[in-house]
T-cell receptor, first 111, second 114 residues
Framework: QKEVEQNSGPLSVPEGAIASLNCTYSDRGSQSFFWYRQYSGKSPELIMFIYSNGDKEDGRFTAQLNKASQYVSLLIRDSQPSDSATYLC???????????FGSGTQLTVLP | EADIYQTPRYLVIGTGKKITLECSQTMGHDKMYWYQQDPGMELHLIHYSYGVNSTEKGDLSSESTVSRIRTEHFPLTLESARPSHTSQYLCASSAPNRQIHEQYFGPGTRLTVT
């Protein structure tokens, strides 16, 4: 079992819809959770991080964390074609200063 | 957001050549990382450093080496490039005294070994 798992997609949603991206992790000691966006041929860009159970909102993005279920998600409201990218989930555990990345979910927002 | 720079952005080089990929950051970040990523594939950590004169190998076995003589500079060297080294190399850094350890990435170097 991979440490961080994501559905590879591709996930397609129409413009204006809510895109829901999911991530599960295996290490119960994981403490910080990150979402990165990576456009094709570009480097990952940090969208947001979360470390407490519940929701964290930043503009059109909402990260949701459920540590009991070892599950973190990213919701993108009012999806735009410019949101089309691969979204990477990453996790740190305890005092670890490294990130473990999932393989990413490819999102396509259809005009 | 970190200012992190990588040069060159693109490099095509012949087998057997020695190459150094440069990475610099201007934010005083103590932690720096090198990742390797093939197109459409996962990021793999190949080297990291938590400060000057501190370097460690990552999860992915790599024939490259790194050095950290200055806080802002973390170059990666391949002594003898091979076609199997063709990939994108991404440098990242993370700030000191942070419990969250978010990493910020440079633009990457796309290496092709012919």
């Amino acid at each position: 079992q991979k440490e961080v798992e994501q559905n590879s997609g591709p996930l397609s949603v129409p413009e204006g819809a809510i895109a829901s991206l999911n991530c599960t992790y295996s290490d119960r000691g994981s403490q910080s959770f990150f979402w990165y966006r990576q456009y094709s041929g570009k480097s990952p860009e940090l969208i947001m991080f979360i470390y407490s159970n519940g929701d964290k909102e930043d503009g059109r993005f909402t990260a949701q964390l459920n540590k009991a279920s070892q599950y973190v998600s990213l919701l993108i409201r009012d999806s735009q074609p410019s949101d089309s990218a691969t979204y990477l989930c990453a996790v740190t555990a305890g005092s670890a200063r490294q990130l473990t990345f999932g393989s990413g979910t490819q999102l396509t927002v259809l005009p | 957001e970190a200012d992190i720079y990588q040069t060159p952005r693109y490099l095509v080089i012949g087998t057997g050549k020695k190459i150094t990929l440069e990475c610099s950051q201007t934010m005083g970040h103590d932690k720096m990382y090198w990742y390797q990523q093939d197109p459409g594939m996962e990021l793999h950590l190949i080297h990291y450093s938590y400060g000057v004169n501190s370097t460690e190998k990552g999860d992915l076995s790599s024939e490259s080496t790194v050095s950290r003589i200055r806080t802002e500079h973390f170059p990666l060297t391949l002594e003898s490039a091979r076609p199997s080294h063709t990939s994108q190399y991404l440098c990242a850094s993370s700030a000191p005294n942070r419990q969250i350890h978010e990493q910020y990435f440079g633009p990457g170097t796309r290496l092709t070994v012919t």
